[in-house]
């Protein structure tokens, strides 16, 4: 069966960090792109970050960029999203999505026709 299954969300104060992690099972998180991906109530989906299966291969919207750092461990079949000094914007529920032959830094939709997702993780940060 395939899934990604994300961890890390919760409740922290602005200005704090959280790591989240992004699991895969049922393949190879190799040979993907992952995109990490937020919706708030209201608002529009919007990609965070997006680390593709080549070298180099990073996008992250100004909106976050300087504060959040994707990676991945092919190895552990993982990715995780590094988030720092994070803002009471911020919070939103968030889903890791992948797909094969993306290339990020040319993807130009909005994550919407990734082919597996996972459940999301809450965030949320207070002021």
């Known amino acids: 069966q395939v899934q990604l299954v994300e961890s890390g969300g919760g409740l922290v104060q602005a200005g704090g960090s959280l790591r989240l992690s992004c699991v895969a099972s049922g393949f190879s998180l190799g040979y993907y792109a992952i995109a990490w991906v937020r919706q708030a109530p209201g608002k529009e989906r919007e990609g965070v970050s997006c680390i593709g299966a080549s070298a180099g291969d990073l996008y992250y919207p100004d909106s976050v960029k300087g504060r959040f750092t994707v990676s991945r461990d092919d190895a552990e079949n993982t990715v995780y999203l590094q988030m720092n000094s994070l803002k009471p914007e911020d919070s939103a529920t968030y889903y890791c999505?992948?797909?094969?032959?993306?290339?990020?830094?040319?993807?130009?939709?909005?994550?919407?026709?990734?082919?597996?997702w996972g459940q999301g993780t809450q965030v949320t940060v207070s002021s």
């Open positions: 999505t992948a797909d094969a032959d993306i290339y990020c830094l040319d993807y130009r939709g909005n994550y919407g026709d990734f082919h597996v």
